[in-house]
């Protein structure tokens, strides 16, 4: 059974930063492109960043510059550190192994006041 657990959110002053961490488990980790995506209340799930097996990544144009996604194969982890946070950065953030159809973790709210 895969399973993901996301970790890492909270409220955070605009312009500060978090780091949300990603568990998984059940599933052959390193051979997966793995991401995260977030989501607003009424809005569709939206892309943030991806990392491949080949540590190829791919980020949203609204976090490049801000957002850097890192995996570590060997804890079977993927991380997202937010610097620089933004109002309109505020969204429940979801883990994800082969997405945006495969599996999903169930989300951490992160928190950006003005």
């Known amino acids: 059974q895969v399973r993901l657990v996301e970790s890492g959110g909270g409220l955070v002053q605009a312009g500060g930063s978090l780091k949300l961490s990603c568990k998984v488990t059940?599933?052959?980790?390193?051979?997966?492109?793995v991401g995260w995506y977030r989501q607003i209340p009424g809005k569709e799930r939206e892309f943030v960043a991806t990392?491949?097996?080949?540590?190829?990544?791919d980020y949203a144009d609204s976090v490049k510059g801000r957002f850097t996604i890192f995996r570590d194969n060997a804890e079977n982890t993927v991380s997202l550190q937010m610097n620089s946070l933004k109002f309109e950065d505020t969204a429940v953030y979801y883990c994800?192994?082969?997405?945006?159809?495969?599996?999903w973790g169930q989300g951490t709210q992160v928190t950006v006041s003005s």
């Open positions: 994800g192994v082969r997405p945006p159809h495969g599996w």
């Open positions: 990392i491949s097996s080949s540590f190829v990544t």
């Open positions: 059940g599933i052959t980790f390193y051979i997966n492109t």
